[in-house]
């Protein structure tokens, strides 16, 4: 059985930094492009960052420049550092698994190619 567990979310002030953590567990760690991706009220899921099959990493518009995806293959699990934190990144973060390789960034970040997904875990940001 597949499991995808987040962990780090909270509530933090406009400007700070926050470490997400995903442990999976049931899945070959190493065939699977692991990704973030978050959703805030009312709103679609959006990639925020992906570390992709080979390694190579993918950023969401709004991650671009502020978050960092990394990736521990020998404890299974992937992490999102966030940092300078603003109050539009208030949403659930989710972590996803995907085994799909793809070619083209609308693959990457396309939520329904993903084939597992965490329960998610809030961040909330006040200004």
């Known amino acids: 059985q597949v499991r995808l567990v987040e962990s780090g979310g909270g509530l933090v002030q406009a400007g700070d930094s926050l470490r997400l953590s995903c442990a999976a567990s049931?899945?070959?760690?190493?065939?699977?492009?692991m990704g973030w991706f978050r959703q805030a009220p009312g709103k679609e899921r959006e990639l925020a960052a992906v570390?992709?099959?080979?390694?190579?990493?993918d950023y969401g518009d709004s991650a671009k420049g502020r978050f960092t995806i990394s990736a521990d293959n020998a404890k299974n699990t992937v992490f999102l550092q966030m940092n300078r934190l603003q109050p539009e990144d208030t949403a659930v973060y989710y972590c996803?698994?995907?085994?799909?390789?793809?070619?083209?960034?609308?693959?990457?970040?396309?939520?329904?190619?993903?084939?597992?997904w965490g329960q998610g875990t809030q961040v909330t940001v006040s200004s």
């Open positions: 996803a698994a995907r085994l799909r390789i793809c070619l083209d960034y609308q693959c990457v970040k396309n939520p329904s190619l993903y084939n597992y």
């Open positions: 049931g899945l070959t760690f190493s065939q699977y492009a």
């Open positions: 570390v992709d099959h080979g390694g190579t990493r």
